[in-house]
């Protein structure tokens, strides 16, 4: 299944993708009674994810420039699959503890 970002943004950076989709769901998650903070950080770490996975891997790309020669891109691909599994690990923990994410900024700035 393709993800949501990648059907609405393919090969765009972070920034315009935040920019232009967090105004447009915030509301909906809101609505769905989500911590928007929450979801801001998952959605943040989802979008540094795909900078680790292909098509658009854009930390790939930039390894392969500085990497030497004999280092071709399957070898880098097949580099980063443990880093994805932590990055989904972390997704997961995310996803299932939101107050792993929520705690601090609720003691500095409350409820």
Same mark, same amino acid.
């Given at each position: ?5 990648? @059907? $609405? ?5 972070? $920034?315009?993708?935040? #920019?232009? +989709?967090?105004?447009?769901? %915030?509301?909906? +998650? ?5 911590? #928007?903070?929450?979801?801001? $950080? #998952?959605? *943040?770490?989802? #979008? @540094?994810?795909?900078?680790?996975? &292909?098509?658009?891997?854009? %930390? ?6 500085? *990497?030497?020669? &004999? ?15 932590? @990055?989904? *690990?972390?997704? %997961?923990?995310?996803? +299932? ?10 003691? *500095?700035?409350?409820?």
């Amino acid at each position: 299944m393709r993800s949501p970002k990648r @059907q $609405v943004l393919p090969g765009s950076m972070p $920034v315009p993708i935040t #920019l232009i +989709v967090l105004p447009l769901v %915030a509301p909906v +998650v809101s609505h769905l009674g989500f911590d #928007l903070v929450w979801f801001t $950080v #998952l959605f *943040a770490v989802c #979008l @540094q994810t795909s900078f680790l996975t &292909p098509p658009v891997g854009f %930390a790939l790309f930039y390894l392969k420039g500085v *990497a030497p020669s &004999p280092i071709d891109v399957p070898t880098i691909y097949r580099g980063v699959v443990p880093f994805i599994g932590l @990055q989904g *690990a972390g997704i %997961a923990l995310i996803f +299932v503890w939101p107050d792993l994410v929520t705690w601090l900024p609720e003691m *500095a700035y409350g409820n």
